[in-house]
């Protein structure tokens, strides 16, 4: 599903984040990059995604070299992948609802596939019954549910989330983590970066251990070390 | 497909209601602008009818010297009658000193000392010429002619006389043309800095869209509406500036006195209304350029 081959990026002249970089990742995998801040994970993220192009090497997603992608076709590539973050990124004044009907609105989905689908993907996250509050009014674990159900909605084939667990307390970390595990039982491949030594040590799947820039190990049911 | 329009334009709408001091200026500067694109229009659409009307009836003069003997004003008139297919005979006049002092004291009206140098004695006699062919060049030879016959001492045409005029409506027609596409560029950069204002506040929003794999087109459209609009907006502003200036106008210049010549500056309502369109083009433009520049230089957040 996932596959990088070579891959350095180096930002500005001299900061190599990302240095000869190479791993796949197959269909409806469970990975944990994991490594200090600044080791590389994000930057990783970003380059599966296109939000940022190597300086050397491939990236290939589903099959394609996206950094061969054209410009106008990105879109359609992020439109199979979902993005969680550290810090939600939800929009402050729109509802639950709204802001999960906001992915969907805007690549052009008809309103009634939105009023079906959004219903569906807040039960799944479990907040049916919280869908007309505003983040604001929620708590860190479920404003991260939001944006989950935000990034699932459109059911992507792949899940990208950095550091999901990095604002939370332990106990929610877990409930987190159990909604993204049963994303990925759907079958959807889950990549996801994170400095957190519980989360990954409970979940023991696939771990790639980073450090400046370099793959120091990769490891299948792995723990953080 | 409904929904795409439908979302375009609510967020156009909202944008547009958050940023209302921003969006104000860059109306009323793209409005003075576009009027000021208008009044050049009309200047020199008024200027063109002054030119036109005289055109037509053309006239030359052949001022004769004070102290021309009567038989050289006699040699003078049958030379001009010598050309009846240029020189329409008919209309032939010969102004003697009294007449062409009665002329001078109306041409000089207002300007009593250039008068004062004139005396009924002093002054030179003149034929009043309308030519009959419309060639201005066949006039303008037989001027050189008439000028080397004993006893004249000028030979003026109207035509020269048209171009002071035409120098002056040129004058203004650069100035106001160079004034108005200054303000237009100030206009620009401000509806694209009310655009980028309007892109930074929703960057957040804008992050989100391209994340989840929204087209640049579908980002950048709202924006670029909202350009559109305040440009088109200000056109519309500049249209009532330009009508109510064109009335008080043609109030105003309808008040002379007719053969002056300064009745001829009103402007037909038709021409308006082609400019006010010219105008609401101009204004649709510019908003969308700059707020397409705007739009794609900050797309990138």
Known sequence: MIRLENVTKIYGTETVAVRDASFDIPKSQFVFLVGPSGSGKSTLLRLINRQEQPERGDVWVAGRNINELPASRVPHLRRSMGNVFQDYKLLLNKTVFENVAFALE?????????????????????????????????????????????????????????????NLDPTTSEGIMGLLDEINQTGTTVVMATHDHRVVNAMRRRVIQLDRGVILRDQERGVYE | MFSRIAYALRETWESFRRNLTLTAAAVLTSAVSLLLVGSTFLIQRAFENLLVQWRGDVEMIVFVRSDASAEQVALIDSVLRASPTIIDIEKLRYLNKTESYEEAKRIFAGDPVTLGLLTPESIPTQFKVVPLSEDPLLVRSLSDQYRTLPGVEAVALAEDEFEVISTLSNFIRVVTLVTSLVLLLVAVGLIWNTIRTAMFARRREIEVMKLVGATNWFIRIPFMLEGLLQGLIGGIVSCGGLWVLNSVWTSGVTGFKPGTGISSLVVPDSYLTSVMFILLGIGAFVGAIGSAIAATRFLDV
């Not at chain 1, 019954?129 to 084939?157: M, T, W, Y």
């Open chain 1, 106 to 166: 805007v690549i052009g989905k008809p309103r009634h596939v939105i009023a079906r689908q959004v219903p569906i993907v807040l039960d799944l996250v479990g907040l049916a019954d919280k869908q007309d509050r505003f983040p604001n009014q929620l708590s860190g674990g479920e404003q991260q549910r939001v944006s989950i159900a935000r990034a699932f909605v459109n059911r992507p084939l792949i899940m990208l989330a950095d550091e999901p667990t990095g």
